[in-house]
Every structure is written in C-alpha cells, then in structure tokens.
C-alpha cells in the first residue's frame, strides 16, 4: 500500500488521521513511542522507517544524537521539515525502506513501527533485512504490529477515518480477523508474534516478542555480528 500513502494519505491527510483517533488509540500510538524510547541511547543514531510527516521524529530528537526519517512521500516529508523546524540532529531522506542507500551498520536503532511492516506493501523479509543490514553491532531494531486484543479499537479508529473521507468505505463483509479492507483497495494486514518469529529466523536472526499496552506486538532484534561503515551514520 505504499502507493496510497503517497497519492490518498499523505501530509495534512495523514496526521488528521491521528488527530481523530479516540482516546484509547492515542494512548497504544504514544505507548509504542515510549517503548521505543526506553531503547535509545543519547549517543544512538537513529533511524524512522516511515517517518510520514514527522509523528513519532518529534519526539526523538531530543534522546539521540543523531535522527534520520525516510519516507516514500514527498509531501509528508515536507510536512515534518515544517514541523520539525532546522533541528541540526534530524535528516530527512525521501527513500524505499526495502531499498536503503545507506552503508551497512550507520545505525544503532532502527525503527519501523505502527505496523509499518504491513502498511509499506512491500516484501517482508526484504524490509527486515534491510533494516538488519543498516544496523550496527550492538545495536536493536524494532518493529511492531497490531495486537489481537486491540482489534475492536482499531476497527472503531479506521471507521472514523473512513467516515471523514480519509479511507474508502469500509467493506464490512471483507474485514475481519485482523484485516480491514476498504471498497477503495486498501488493504490493512497484521503480522503476529509468531509470523515475526519465522522472518526472524528466515533472516538468520533471534527476535524477541513483546506485548505492550495490550494493542502492540514488538519484535526486538539485537545485531551481533560485526559490520563495518565508511559513512557518517545517516548519509545515504
């Protein structure tokens, strides 16, 4: 789906997306934030997967030396700039998270969460590898996904974007069991614990699964083997 979040859900339509969630989906959006945050070092460099237009960047700037967000919309990186203003720690690159031109291990965390493992569209294991790839020794890349038990939430959330014209028309028969589906062509997909598990190996690697909040399933991964970089971390 990384097309519709370039050409339908982009910029000022994707953050009103955020701005009508419901109370208990602010509080999941700002409870995976914070598990992140427990992760990173003042002296990390960072990196968003699927930045959009700057959510979850704003609140990392200040807990790491350096913050990098790519993104495949031109337009919501624009919309972070704005946001973000000329913060000397945070770089923005209009980029293919399954296609990084970064050096090998320029990180030491890379993010890809909100369920973006689903929402780009592209290959799976490709987007874990790459993100495995621009991770430095010592360092943990986390993804998340929905949690099971935070279905009706997320169902109530999605329909509310749907009736403010920011989704097609949810197509009730087709939607269920973790999947919401809109007579539009989008298409929300989740990934279980389980499924992250089998990337994980597929990729050579041991991930952790972690429920948070009781609407996330985090994956951690923490990188052992040794990697080398010529770059500043962040320059593609």
Known sequence: MSGYYCQTLSAERLRLCYELAPRRVQRYLQAEIDFALARIAPTDAVLEMGCGYGRVLEQLIDRARLIVGIDTSRESLRLAREMIGDAPSCRLHEMDAAAMSFPDASFNVVLCIQNGISAFGVDRRTLLSEAIRVTA???????????????????????????????????????????????????????????????????????????????????????????????????P
């Open 137 to 235: 020794p010592g360092g943990m890349v986390l993804f998340s996904s929905y949690s099971p038990r935070f279905w009706d939430d997320r169902l109530e959330w999605f329909r509310i974007q749907s009736e403010h014209g920011l989704l097609g028309e949810i197509d009730e028969d087709a939607t269920g069991d973790g999947i919401i589906v809109c007579k539009d062509g989008f298409r929300a997909t989740t990934v279980s614990g389980d499924e992250f598990l089998a990337l994980c190996a597929a990729c050579g690697v041991e991930g952790r699964i972690t429920e948070v909040d009781a609407s996330s399933i985090f994956c951690e991964i923490e990188i052992g083997a040794a990697k080398d970089s010529t770059k500043e971390p962040g320059e």
